[in-house]
């Protein structure tokens, strides 16, 4: 079992930038990739961004497509995540998760293995 920690998150204002960041606790931890979902209170989570840690293909949901980037630093098993021209839109918890669906094509639901305990974000307008 691992534990992630995941930072960067806080209040911002409409059209600021952010970069959350995640990582194992304490150690490195071997995982085909790694990735941000988030969920808004009264709705479902959602799909962020994912990339596989050794090729380092990105996949981005609908919401941070053209605004968002993800990267990897596999020797520490590290991501981070940039989201641009942030709106009100984009408050919620935000989740990091290692171990993911077997296939590819699933690394949008969220039947990750294992994930970390969220992190806020708001943005005022």
């Known amino acids: 079992q691992v534990s992630l920690v995941e930072s960067g998150g806080g209040v911002v204002r409409a059209g600021d930038s952010l970069n959350l960041s995640c990582k194992p606790w304490?150690?490195?931890?071997?995982?085909?990739?790694m990735g941000w979902f988030r969920q808004a209170p009264g709705k479902r989570r959602e799909f962020v961004a994912a990339?596989?840690?050794?090729?380092?293909?990105?996949y981005y949901g609908e919401s941070v497509k053209g605004r968002g980037t993800i990267s990897r630093d596999y020797a520490t098993t590290t991501i981070n995540l940039l989201i641009n021209n942030l709106t009100p839109e984009d408050t919620a918890t935000y989740f990091c998760?290692?171990?993911?669906?077997?296939?590819?094509?699933?690394?949008?639901?969220?039947?990750?293995?294992?994930w970390g305990q969220g992190i806020q974000v708001t943005v005022s307008p």
């Open positions: 304490g150690r490195t931890y071997e995982t085909r990739a």
């Open positions: 990339i596989a840690m050794k090729a380092g293909q990105a």
């Open positions: 998760a290692v171990d993911p669906p077997f296939l590819e094509r699933n690394w949008n639901s969220t039947f990750w293995g294992t």
